[in-house]
């Protein structure tokens, strides 16, 4: 039966996380398996891998091939190291302390880069955290510059609207005034004369003319009638 290592699907939509699974090849990718070996979760920088170690080594020497995803991984963990370092023993190129030797030495360097890459991610990740907060913060004070901006300039808006209702309301005022002294008549001069008292004595010189007339004719006739009553008597 050829076996095959390979990635069994799992999680949620758009968070994808696998295991790695040791099964048939003839079976369907989420299908039955032999073994699990492992969890690979791409979904982390850098990526979450739990692989047995010993367990995956012993599969790869009894002749399991992985897939290219499976390869990539068995790479970074060192087992493919692992394995031709293994291979090299058996052929009796160096002794098994040796190839223990250059497997720690090797895997020392790698478990620095793996470090020295979370440091890196780390920090570029505190640094656009920084960067956030600071454009958050200058987008605030804009705001509040801005905010205050108009307060000002709605305070000093209203203030001229008083100032001018101020004005305008005198203006009102003065306006009035001066129609209500248009409207009242000037007071007469104080040598000036009456024109219904000087009516009213024409009038009267009139009918006193009239009357002394009628009384001078009156007497004009009237001695006559006394000589007569002179004569009689």
Known sequence: MATRIRLQRHGRKGKPVYNIVIADQRSPRDGKFIEKL??????????????????TLNW?????????????????????????????VRKGAFSEEEAEKRFTTWMEGKNQKVADKSANVLKA??????????????????RVTELAAKKELSSTNETNTEIEGAQENIENEITGEETTQEDVPPPPPSDAVDDTTLDVTEEEVTENDTTEESTQEAVEEDPVTEEEKTEEA
């Open 125 to 142: 990740n505190e640094e656009a955290k920084k960067a956030a907060l600071a454009a958050e913060k200058a987008k605030n004070d804009a």
């Open 38 to 55: 492992g969890i690979y979760n791409p979904n982390t920088n850098p990526a979450t891998i739990n692989l047995d170690f010993d367990s």
């Open 60 to 88: 790869i020497m009894k002749g399991a091939q992985p897939s290219d995803t499976v390869r990539a991984i068995l790479s970074y963990k060192g087992i493919l190291m692992k394995k031709h370092l293994l291979e090299g």
